[in-house]
T-cell receptor, first 115, second 113 residues
Framework: DAKTTQPNSMESNEEEPVHLPCNHS???????IHWYRQLPSQGPEYVIH???SNVNNRMASLAIAEDRKSSTLILHRATLRDAAVYYC????????????????FGQGTILTVHP | ETGVTQSPTHLIKTRGQQVTLRCSSQ?????VSWYQQALGQGPQFIFQ???????GRGNFPPRFSGLQFPNYSSELNVNALELDDSALYLC????????????FGPGTRLTVL
C-alpha cells in the first residue's frame, strides 16, 4: 500500500477556502487518489477521487500534481459542517495483488472550522 | 433507498465472550467491507465479502470471521474477545469495481471489559 503523509491538523474560518495537502510519493501508476472524511460520531463518507486530472464535484475539488506524488483537497467555502477528519487514500484501480479495493486509512487531518 | 445500517449501536462484553455484529448493505450493493477503528486512529480493514465469499482479508487473526447472506447483508463475528478488541466497528457497502466509493454505516461501538 502506498504511504501517505498529511498534516495532523488544520484550522479555517467559516466561508474561507481550505486546502488540505497530502503526499503520496510511493503511489503506483494505477492507484486512484480517494478522499474520505469522518464527521464526529459518524462513519467515514466519500468526498472525491481522481487518477490524473483535477476533479470537481458538489462537495470539493481535487488537484493532483503532475507527477502524482501529491494532491490537494480544496473546500471552496468551509462551513461548520465541514469540521471532520479528512483522509487521503491511494487505492488500487486494477485487480491483482491483495488490494481487494480496500481502503487503507492513515491518521488523517483534523480540520477545525471557526465561526 | 436506505443507506447502510448496523446493529447494535453499542455493545458491552467481557473478555473471552463472543460477539456478532450485523450490517445491512445499501440497495444494489453486493460487496461489504468491515473495518475496526480504535479510539483516535483511522479505520483498519478487517475483510471484505463479495457475493457471499470472503474476497480479501487484512491483518486480523482467525477469531475474526464473517458471513454474507444472499441479500448481501453481512455479519462480523469475533470469538474469545480481548480488551484490545474494544473499538468502533464499521461496515461499508459498495458496487463491484475496485475504485467505486464505499458507503459506510454509523458503526457499532464495542466495549470489552
Amino acid at each position: 500500500d502506498a504511504k501517505t503523509t498529511q498534516p495532523n491538523s488544520m484550522e479555517s474560518n467559516e466561508e474561507e477556502p481550505v486546502h488540505l495537502p497530502c503526499n503520496h510519493s510511493t503511489i503506483s501508476g494505477t492507484d486512484y487518489i480517494h478522499w474520505y472524511r469522518q464527521l464526529p460520531s459518524q462513519g467515514p463518507e466519500y468526498v472525491i477521487h481522481g487518477l490524473t486530472s483535477n476533479v470537481n464535484n458538489r462537495m470539493a475539488s481535487l488537484a493532483i500534481a503532475e507527477d502524482r506524488k501529491s494532491s490537494t483537497l480544496i473546500l471552496h467555502r468551509a462551513t461548520l459542517r465541514d469540521a471532520a477528519v479528512y483522509y487521503c487514500i491511494p487505492r488500487a484501480g486494477t485487480a491483482g495483488g491483495t488490494s481487494y479495493g480496500k481502503l487503507t486509512f492513515g491518521q488523517g487531518t483534523i480540520l477545525t472550522v471557526h465561526p | 433507498e436506505t443507506g447502510v445500517t448496523q446493529s447494535p449501536t453499542h455493545l458491552i462484553k467481557t473478555r473471552g465472550q463472543q460477539v456478532t455484529l450485523r450490517c445491512s448493505s445499501q440497495s444494489g450493493h453486493n460487496t461489504v467491507s468491515w473495518y475496526q477503528q480504535a479510539l483516535g486512529q483511522g479505520p483498519q480493514f478487517i475483510f471484505q465479502y463479495y457475493r457471499e465469499e470472503e474476497n480479501g482479508r487484512g491483518n486480523f487473526p482467525p477469531r475474526f470471521s464473517g458471513l454474507q447472506f444472499p441479500n448481501y447483508s453481512s455479519e462480523l463475528n469475533v470469538n474469545a474477545l480481548e480488551l484490545d478488541d474494544s473499538a468502533l466497528y464499521l461496515c461499508a457497502s459498495s458496487l463491484p469495481g475496485l475504485a467505486n466509493e464505499q458507503f459506510f454505516g454509523p458503526g457499532t461501538r464495542l466495549t470489552v471489559l
